[in-house]
Nanobody, 116 residues
Framework: QVQLVESGGGLVQTGGSLRLSCVVS????????MGWFRQAPGKEREFVAT????????YYVDSVKGRFTISRDNAKNTVYLQMNSLKPEDTAVYYC?????????WGQGTQVTVSS
């Protein structure tokens, strides 16, 4: 079973930055895509960003384009989400997820709170 552990969340003011990390267990991390999702209070979980296994292909939800950057280090089994110019509406629990055709796994989430 694959385990994912997120870190890097916290409280930041509007306009600030945070970098989330997600460490993934296992030996096959470099063979599959990874994604970041978020869930705000009272709302459904939504897609934020995804990156292919090689890092050569990325996709973002429109609301974060130009502000967030997904990246990965396959040698460290880690995917990152650099979040700049944060807004109060970015407040949510952020989750990383494996993106595979089968047996996908979620992390436990990390809270990001942006104060106005």
């Amino acid at each position: 079973q694959v385990q994912l552990v997120e870190s890097g969340g916290g409280l930041v003011q509007t306009g600030g930055s945070l970098r989330l990390s997600c460490v993934v267990s296992g030996r096959t991390f470099s063979t599959y895509a990874m994604g970041w999702f978020r869930q705000a209070p009272g709302k459904e979980r939504e897609f934020v960003a995804t990156m292919s296994w090689s890092g050569g292909c990325t996709y973002y939800v429109d609301s974060v384009k130009g502000r967030f950057t997904i990246s990965r280090d396959n040698a460290k089994n880690t995917v990152y989400l650099q979040m700049n110019s944060l807004k109060p509406e970015d407040t949510a629990v952020y989750y990383c997820k494996t993106v595979r055709l089968f047996a996908n796994y979620w992390g436990q989430g990390t809270q990001v709170t942006v104060s106005s």
